[in-house]
């Protein structure tokens, strides 16, 4: 059963933490994010964990899975962060009152969800890889479309470079499609999410085929 307490008291403390960091603090649009990507992949990772008959902790390792963004990033910085988060969840996690081996299985998850290496001793579990399995599938949605598109500078390319970038990501998209995930609630999740924006992809290539004169004319 879901801890309600316990949620309420991770997301205080992801709130204090991004509250006080300075990176944060200096680009405000950057902390929405982070707290908006923070939840989607908090309820992804509780659909996960509903299918699949977790530990509703889930919920708890995804909301903490991004928390070293309150930190400021040197040399890599992002690669480490995992590893970061999972050492400031960890005494927080013992304070819950976490059991010991379940915290370890959060941090394990937490540690690996960027790169897959963790600084720890751990195992790949189905519920430490769906973390990263979480964190993944929010990345490859709706929102990351239009965010993708938006920071590529789509609108802003010639005719001929929009049509090779969407070659390119469609591509992409096919080869993506098949990677392994943890559980089988999380490779469905995946291959719907990569189905949708393999299709909305091909509908934008489509329709830039229609917007240089008619189609079978000479």
């Known amino acids: 059963m879901l801890n309600l307490e316990w949620v309420k008291k991770t997301e205080a403390f992801l709130k204090e933490k991004f509250e006080n960091a300075v990176y944060l603090n200096e680009h405000p649009e950057a902390k929405t994010y982070r707290i ?25 390792a995804c909301l903490l899975h991004d928390v070293a963004y309150c930190e400021e990033f040197g040399e890599d910085g992002w690669k480490e962060h995992g590893r970061r988060s999972a050492r400031i969840a960890r005494p927080f996690l013992k304070e819950l009152g976490i059991p010991e081996d379940r915290a370890n299985d959060i941090c394990y998850g937490i540690a690996i969800h960027v790169d897959e290496t963790a600084d720890f001793p751990g195992e790949n579990t189905p519920f430490a890889l769906s973390i990263g399995d979480a964190d993944n599938i929010d990345r490859f949605d709706a929102y990351r479309i239009h965010e993708t598109l938006n920071q590529d500078a789509f609108l802003e390319m010639r005719f001929e470079d929009k049509t090779d970038y969407l070659e390119k990501r469609l591509l992409r998209l096919r080869a993506l499609r098949e990677l392994p995930f943890g559980t089988k609630t999380a490779e469905a999740l995946w291959r719907s999410r990569i189905d949708f924006y393999t299709v909305f992809i091909q509908k934008l290539a489509d329709q830039m085929k229609q917007s240089k004169g008619v189609t079978g004319s000479r």
């Open 36 to 60: 908006e990507h923070t939840y989607r992949v908090a309820n992804i990772g509780r659909e996960i964990a509903v299918k699949e008959g977790f530990d509703e902790t889930e919920i708890i």
